[in-house]
C-alpha cells in the first residue's frame, strides 16, 4: 500500500470517526441517562426549588381540579414536603413511560398520584389520583425511537473509536493523523454545544404558552447538563492532545548532525616534503 493511499484511507476513516462523535455522546446520553430512572430523579430533584416550576406545577393542577385550589396547591409547593412529592412524583412518571416503551402496550399511559397526595390531602384534596402522561398515539414512535437508542448508545462511540484507532494506525505518519484526530474531535464537541443551545432555543420558541418558558427552560437545562460537560471536555482534551503531539514534533526531534564541510582530500595524493 502506497503512501498516498494509506493518507486517503487514514483520512477517511479519522473523518468518519470525528463525525460520529457528537452523535455517538447524544445517543450515550439518551440512553443512559434519561433512560436511567435514579439518574433522572436526581438530575430533576433541584428544580422542586425554581420558582418558575413551582409556578407551573401549581398551573398544571389547577387545570386538573380546578382553580378553587390554585392557593393551596401554591403553598404547598413552598414547603420541605414538595420536594419529597416532586421526587415521588417524577420517579412515578419516568417508571410508568419506561415499563410502556418496554413491554410493548398500546393504551394510554396513566400514573396513580395516590401516594404522593396521601402526603398533602389534608392541604388539597384531589378528586382523582390517576392522571395521563402520554398518549396511546405517541407510544408507537417513541417505542422506536428507544429500540434505536439503546443500539446506538452503545455501537456509536464504539465505532467512533475503533474508526479513530483504525485511521491513525493506517496512517503514514501518526503524529499527523493523531492531531487530526484531536482537533476532529474537539470540532465535534464544540458542534455538540451550538447543537444543545440551538436545541433549547427550538423548544422555548415551539411552546403553545409563552408563561411556561422558565419551567421549561430550567427542565431542558437540567437534563442537557450532562451532555454540555461532556460537550466541553470533548473540545478541552480534543485541543490538549493535538497542543501535545504539535509541541513534541516540534521540539521533541533529536538535532540533525551536520555533515562534514567538505571533501577531506586523500592523503595520498598530498605532496611530501621528499616531493617537493
Same mark, same amino acid.
Given at each position: 500500500?502506497?503512501?498516498?493511499?494509506?493518507?486517503?484511507? #487514514? =483520512?477517511?476513516?479519522?473523518?468518519?470517526a470525528?463525525?460520529?462523535?457528537?452523535?455517538?455522546?447524544?445517543?450515550? !446520553?439518551?440512553?443512559?441517562?434519561?433512560?436511567?430512572?435514579?439518574?433522572?430523579?436526581?438530575t430533576m430533584?433541584?428544580?422542586?426549588?425554581?420558582?418558575a416550576?413551582?409556578?407551573?406545577v401549581a398551573?398544571?393542577?389547577?387545570?386538573?381540579v380546578?382553580?378553587?385550589?390554585?392557593?393551596?396547591? *401554591?403553598?404547598?409547593t413552598?414547603?420541605?414536603?414538595?420536594?419529597?412529592? !416532586?421526587d415521588?412524583g417524577?420517579?412515578?412518571?419516568?417508571?410508568?413511560? $419506561?415499563r410502556?416503551?418496554?413491554?410493548?402496550?398500546h393504551?394510554e399511559?396513566?400514573?396513580d398520584?395516590?401516594?404522593?397526595?396521601?402526603?398533602?390531602?389534608?392541604?388539597v384534596?384531589l378528586?382523582?389520583?390517576?392522571?395521563?402522561?402520554l398518549?396511546?398515539?405517541?407510544?408507537?414512535?417513541?417505542?422506536?425511537?428507544?429500540?434505536?437508542l439503546e443500539?446506538?448508545?452503545f455501537?456509536?462511540?464504539?465505532?467512533?473509536?475503533? $474508526?479513530?484507532?483504525?485511521?491513525?494506525?493506517?496512517?503514514?505518519?501518526r503524529?499527523?493523523?493523531?492531531?487530526?484526530?484531536?482537533l476532529?474531535t474537539?470540532?465535534?464537541?464544540?458542534?455538540? #454545544?451550538? =447543537?444543545? =443551545?440551538?436545541?433549547? *432555543?427550538?423548544t422555548?420558541t415551539?411552546l403553545?404558552?409563552?408563561?411556561h418558558r422558565?419551567?421549561?427552560?430550567?427542565?431542558?437545562?437540567?437534563?442537557t447538563?450532562? $451532555?454540555?460537560?461532556? #460537550? !466541553?471536555l470533548?473540545?478541552?482534551?480534543?485541543?490538549?492532545?493535538?497542543?501535545?503531539? !504539535?509541541?513534541?514534533? *516540534?521540539?521533541?526531534r533529536?538535532?540533525? *548532525?551536520?555533515?562534514?564541510?567538505?571533501?577531506?582530500?586523500?592523503?595520498?595524493?598530498?605532496?611530501?616534503?621528499?616531493?617537493?
Amino acid at each position: 500500500m502506497t503512501s498516498r493511499v494509506r493518507g486517503a484511507l #487514514s =483520512a477517511a476513516l479519522i473523518a468518519l470517526a470525528c463525525l460520529l462523535v457528537p452523535f455517538g455522546a447524544v445517543a450515550a !446520553w439518551a440512553a443512559y441517562g434519561l433512560a436511567d430512572t435514579g439518574r433522572y430523579v436526581t438530575t430533576m430533584a433541584p428544580l422542586a426549588a425554581d420558582p418558575a416550576v413551582r409556578d407551573s406545577v401549581a398551573d398544571a393542577v389547577e387545570d386538573e381540579v380546578g382553580e378553587p385550589v390554585r392557593p393551596l396547591v *401554591r403553598s404547598f409547593t413552598r414547603t420541605p414536603a414538595f420536594g419529597t412529592a !416532586w421526587d415521588e412524583g417524577n420517579r412515578a412518571v419516568h417508571q410508568a413511560v $419506561l415499563r410502556a416503551v418496554r413491554d410493548g402496550g398500546h393504551h394510554e399511559v396513566t400514573v396513580d398520584i395516590a401516594p404522593i397526595a396521601a402526603r398533602v390531602e389534608h392541604r388539597v384534596a384531589l378528586p382523582r389520583t390517576e392522571i395521563a402522561v402520554l398518549p396511546a398515539s405517541q407510544l408507537d414512535r417513541l417505542r422506536k425511537g428507544y429500540d434505536v437508542l439503546e443500539v446506538a448508545g452503545f455501537w456509536l462511540p464504539v465505532s467512533a473509536a475503533v $474508526l479513530a484507532a483504525a485511521g491513525i494506525a493506517v496512517a503514514a505518519c501518526r503524529r499527523r493523523a493523531l492531531t487530526a484526530t484531536a482537533l476532529g474531535t474537539a470540532l465535534g464537541g464544540a458542534l455538540l #454545544s451550538l =447543537a444543545v =443551545a440551538v436545541g433549547r *432555543r427550538l423548544t422555548l420558541t415551539d411552546l403553545p404558552d409563552p408563561v411556561h418558558r422558565p419551567a421549561v427552560g430550567a427542565v431542558y437545562d437540567a437534563l442537557t447538563a450532562t $451532555l454540555r460537560t461532556v #460537550s !466541553w471536555l470533548l473540545v478541552a482534551v480534543g485541543l490538549a492532545v493535538a497542543l501535545t503531539c !504539535w509541541l513534541t514534533g *516540534r521540539y521533541g526531534r533529536p538535532p540533525a *548532525r551536520r555533515g562534514p564541510a567538505g571533501p577531506v582530500p586523500d592523503p595520498a595524493q598530498q605532496p611530501t616534503r621528499a616531493q617537493a
